[in-house]
């Protein structure tokens, strides 16, 4: 870029430029590398550059966390990670865990949030209030969540939740009111405020085998009902709506031919399917459009019922961040 630009206009032009090319453009010149790693520019960077792709947790981030003592923070767009060591929690035959993750939306700042529950399975039972940490990147320690905590009766189901819009949500139930269906509600917590709050869901979806994802280009929250008893096995699939009331609109349902594990939608909306082989213990990866009922491959194929699916967007978060250990 000619040196006859005046730096202020090669900003703002270097704003909307692809993660990728941010990344090669660091060793330009010294001005370029510490506007590129200047944390007000990541940020902005962040709220404008929108490239998604099929593969967040939240804000182009994926928090991976296994059967270790350890959290990864990935920022897939730069190849930079960062490791936060998880604390033990004691006795994990009592104990149930429910983990979040999220971007804070005033300071830009990723956190996670980790809830200990006395598992519904144990002796012990209701009685024992949850306790709920949080991980801040900046203060890089956990901490006692100074907001509200979850009633003692309430169970997570940590399996996939879903973030939208710097809010986490996780499937629950509350062992007062569940009867022998398990009746379904949903759990929140607010990355900002750190709040928790409670969605009570209509009777037709509370009952049903659910699960939770998100359509990326409108960050939304949806939830994909299914009846297990049902033999001819349909998912429909209902968007939750703003508001105090958080109403549920039905968008569609989708009825495809052969065994289906439902797994996630592409940002345009359409829903990704996982679908059998022909042959041995494989599934593939494909794209269900709702209105033909038309199926297409995505190429992908592994063993049957180990796909996750996810959308990220291109960050430069972490950027700024050394690797680290805390």
């Not at 709920?132 to 900046?138: G, I, K, R």
């Not at 405020?193 to 939770?212: D, K, Q, R, T």
């Not at 909306?269 to 996982?274: W, Y």
Request: glycine fraction near 6%; charged fraction near 20%.
């Amino acid at each position: 870029m000619s040196d006859n630009i005046p730096f202020d206009i090669q900003a703002e032009i270097i704003k909307r430029l692809p993660v990728k090319s941010l990344i090669k453009f660091q060793s330009v010149c010294k001005a370029w590398n510490t506007l590129i790693t200047s944390s007000d520019f990541i940020k902005h960077h962040h709220t404008q550059v929108q490239h998604h792709h099929l593969l967040v947790s939240s804000h182009g981030l994926l928090c991976l966390h296994g059967n270790n003592d350890q959290f990864v923070l990935w920022n897939v767009s730069i190849k930079k990670a960062i490791a936060v060591v998880n604390p033990s929690i004691g006795n994990d035959e009592i104990y149930g865990t429910a983990i979040g993750f999220g971007v804070c939306r005033e300071t830009n700042d990723p956190k996670i949030v980790r809830i200990t529950y006395v598992d519904q399975r144990s002796e012990i039972r209701m009685g024992i209030a949850p306790r709920v940490e949080v991980f801040t990147l900046s203060a890089r320690v956990w901490r006692s969540s100074y907001g509200n905590l979850p009633r003692k009766s309430i169970h997570f189901y940590p399996f996939k939740g879903a973030v939208v819009n710097g809010v986490y949500y996780w499937l629950a139930i509350d062992r007062i009111t569940m009867d022998a269906e398990h009746k379904f509600m949903i759990v929140s917590f607010d990355m900002t405020s750190e709040e928790f709050g409670e969605v009570i869901l209509p009777n037709s979806l509370a009952h049903m085998g659910l699960c939770l994802s998100k359509v990326g280009f409108r960050e939304s929250l949806v939830l994909v009902a299914f009846d297990l008893h049902d033999i001819n096995l349909s998912f429909n699939v209902w968007m939750m709506g703003d508001g105090v009331s958080k109403s549920f609109t039905k968008l569609f349902t989708l009825t495809p031919e052969e065994d289906t594990i439902f797994k996630g939608f592409r940002k345009s909306g359409e829903p990704i399917i996982e679908i059998p082989e022909q042959e041995g213990d494989c599934g593939q990866l494909a794209v269900y459009e709702p209105y033909s009922k038309h199926i297409d491959s995505l190429g992908i194929v592994g063993k049957w019922g180990t796909f996750d699916v996810y959308d990220y967007k291109e960050t430069l978060l972490l950027l700024d961040q050394p690797n680290l250990m805390v």
